[in-house]
């Protein structure tokens, strides 16, 4: 999903806090997709503009990806969605008001927003540095408001800097894909010279690219019938290959 005023946005994007006072003041509503109920049809509407408490920012969105899980939300596979929903978890915004608490961000900042919106600090995953599995947890675009609108409000500890170049809606994927493929690819040890996918979603799309980059060898295994080895495998030269599997294999 991409805000129509990008253009508008990424001027803006990065000035102080005095230059940022410059500006028209913010709207009282703005556009969104809603999800009213499992199983039905998004509705785009008017509601007012959301209000971020003291640790979090209000956020002008540029783009906001759109992942399987959001299909799994709406097919009610994860059935515990806070109703109505602004589903969407791969924010790329800037920064346009900063709770009284807030002292990582500021006014006019390039952020990313994942689908990790909240944890407790306090329960026993949280304690031990899993925080991914904090017992608390809040999802954005799931038990939280998401990205399929023109802004949205995060908690300050999770949003993500970003630098310049990714103020573009190519960088929304990274916010999930990206981050859960990177996290898996990094476990695998900067030795390693061959490395195998079983799978080729876009958490592998991203990770094949970073393969190659760094001259390491690969082999894709996958189950898609419309996926052919004579599709990738010139682009990436010597360094994948391509294996049709069956599901039951």
């Known amino acids: 999903m991409i805000n129509k005023k990008l253009i508008e946005t990424a001027d803006h994007a990065g000035k102080s806090p005095q230059q940022y006072k410059s ?3 913010l709207p009282k509503t703005m556009q969104a997709m809603v999800m ?3 199983g039905q049809p998004l509705v785009y509407t008017t509601m007012p503009l959301p209000v971020p408490n003291d640790e979090q920012v209000l956020i002008r969105i540029i783009a906001c990806g759109v992942c ?3 299909l799994h939300i709406m097919d009610s596979e994860l059935a515990a969605p806070k109703l109505p929903l602004i589903m969407g978890h791969e924010i790329v915004g800037t920064v346009v008001k900063v709770g009284s608490r807030v002292s990582t961000l500021k006014l006019g900042d390039l952020i990313g927003v994942p689908w990790l919106g909240y944890t407790c600090g306090q ?3 949280c ?5 991914n599995l904090c017992e608390n ?3 954005t675009g799931y038990t939280i408001d998401g990205g399929y609108a023109e802004y949205t409000v995060a908690f300050q500890k999770y949003c993500f800097h970003l630098a310049p170049h990714y103020r573009h809606p190519s960088a929304a994927p990274l916010l999930c894909a990206g981050l859960i493929g990177y996290r898996s ?3 695998v040890g900067p030795a390693a010279k061959h490395i195998g996918f079983y799978g080729f979603g876009v958490a592998a799309h991203i990770l ?3 393969a190659k980059q760094e001259g390491k060898k690969f082999m894709l295994l996958h189950g898609m019938v419309t996926l052919r080895p004579s599709h990738l495998q010139p682009e990436w030269g010597q360094h994948g290959q391509v294996i049709q599997v069956s599901p039951r294999q």
């Open 208 to 210: 094949v690219q970073i």
């Open 36 to 38: 009213e109920a499992a």
């Open 123 to 125: 329960c026993k995953y």
């Open 127 to 131: 304690l031990k540095d899993q925080e």
């Open 68 to 70: 399987r899980t959001d």
């Open 185 to 187: 690819y990094q476990m």
């Open 137 to 139: 947890a809040l999802f």
């Open 23 to 25: 500006r028209p003041p």
